[in-house]
């Protein structure tokens, strides 16, 4: 027995000297389930989040504009309620144009808030807005002679939807041009794609597209495992200055999991093969492979079309002066 005991540990201590062997090729092992959204938390990591938004918008929804139906459904309780809640102490820019009597805008980054928004004095110090968790609707008439009261009726959500119901009616004549804006913070729902705005008295409404969307994004978690899956190729160039250019194949999978496959140009029997976990943002318009790990092992790719994505900076922007295309 004593014998048994000293090959077992003589070997274990063997095993613990072996030097380590680096590959060219690292794969990690493809997770088998649906993932989270791509900033998890403890809650979320438990969720089955695609299966949630299936429906997302469609284009007789986004067309029809009237929302009769949704305000039925809104006052009878239907529909996922949203928390929501008025702030004050907001303006909108001068340099920003008001083409029509009222506009629409949403907020949901710190850029899109300066381009919009300022703020009084008296209202700096007293709100902080969490660009994370909620997103700021706007509300404004262009400057008239007529005064409005303003009120928020409700906000509720439907897949990727976020119907935001309000009431507008004009409160009498002023001498002046008076310039009448709203602001309220709306809870984001794990995937928003379009924010429509019900007016109460009209019940007509106006929608527009949420976040960095374009025509060509993705409608939906459905439409993504439809039409945008498979492998695309190409040649990006690295984010890191007097890096080499690589050559680049990325599959995306119905299962959320990715194959990631690079190699230089002037070495392509060297192939550095790595998989795991990517996931769609917030508005659907890019995912994030790598989600699940650090900043530098994430890469961000932005939805052209259905048969082309492009590679975004670290914060999610074009990056400038560089094409990072890859194709189906």
């Known amino acids: 027995?004593?014998?048994?005991?000293?090959?077992?540990?003589?070997?274990?201590?063997?095993?613990?000297?072996?030097?380590?062997?680096?590959?060219?090729?690292?794969?990690?092992?493809?997770?088998?389930?649906?993932?989270?959204a791509p900033t998890p938390t403890s809650q979320r990591e438990s969720e089955n989040w695609?299966?949630?938004?299936?429906?997302?918008?469609?284009?007789?929804?986004?067309?029809?504009?009237?929302?009769?139906?949704?305000?039925?459904?809104?006052?009878?309780?239907?529909?996922?309620?949203?928390?929501?809640?008025?702030?004050?102490?907001?303006?909108?820019?001068?340099?920003?144009?008001?083409?029509?009597?009222i506009n629409f805008y949403t907020i949901n980054s710190d850029i899109r808030f300066q381009e919009v928004l300022g703020r009084s004095k008296m209202a700096m110090d007293k709100y902080t807005y969490n660009t994370r968790?909620?997103?700021?609707?706007?509300?404004?008439v262009a400057p008239s002679t007529v005064s409005y009261t303003f009120k928020a009726l409700g906000v509720f959500s439907e897949g990727s939807q976020v119907y935001i119901a309000y009431s507008l009616l004009p409160?009498?004549?002023?001498?002046?041009?008076?310039?009448?804006?709203?602001?309220?913070?709306?809870?984001?729902?794990?995937?928003?794609?379009?924010?429509?705005?019900?007016?109460?008295?009209?019940?007509?409404?106006?929608?527009?597209?949420?976040?960095?969307?374009?025509?060509k994004s993705p409608k939906s978690i459905q439409d993504i495992?439809?039409?945008?899956?498979?492998?695309?190729?190409?040649?990006?160039?690295?984010?890191?200055?007097?890096?080499?250019?690589?050559?680049?194949?990325?599959?995306?999978?119905n299962n959320f999991t990715f194959v990631l496959k690079q190699s230089y140009p002037d070495n392509l029997d060297r192939v550095f093969e790595s998989t795991g976990k990517w996931a769609p943002n917030e508005d659907l318009s890019s995912f994030i492979i790598n989600y699940d790990k650090g900043e530098r092992e994430q890469m961000k790719f932005f939805f052209l079309d259905r048969t082309a994505i492009e590679q975004l900076n670290a914060n999610g922007d074009k990056i400038e002066g560089i094409e990072n295309i890859l194709k189906k």
Request: aromatic share 10%; hydrophobic share 40%.
């Open 1 to 36: 027995m004593k014998n048994i005991i000293f090959l077992l540990v003589f070997a274990a201590l063997l095993s613990a000297c072996a030097p380590v062997q680096r590959k060219a090729v690292e794969v990690q092992k493809p997770a088998t389930a649906r993932q989270p």
């Open 50 to 101: 695609a299966a949630l938004h299936e429906d997302g918008w469609t284009d007789e929804v986004f067309n029809k504009g009237n929302y009769e139906s949704f305000l039925k459904k809104l006052q009878g309780g239907g529909g996922a309620p949203v928390d929501f809640k008025q702030v004050r102490g907001f303006y909108l820019k001068t340099d920003i144009a008001l083409p029509k009597d």
């Open 133 to 140: 968790d909620t997103f700021l609707a706007v509300i404004a």
């Open 171 to 215: 409160a009498g004549d002023v001498r002046y041009l008076k310039s009448d804006v709203w602001v309220f913070e709306i809870k984001r729902p794990r995937i928003v794609t379009t924010v429509h705005f019900i007016n109460e008295g009209t019940q007509k409404g106006f929608a527009i597209p949420y976040g960095k969307r374009t025509d």
């Open 225 to 253: 495992r439809r039409n945008y899956m498979g492998t695309y190729k190409g040649v990006l160039s690295s984010l890191v200055p007097g890096s080499s250019r690589l050559i680049t194949e990325l599959r995306l999978m």
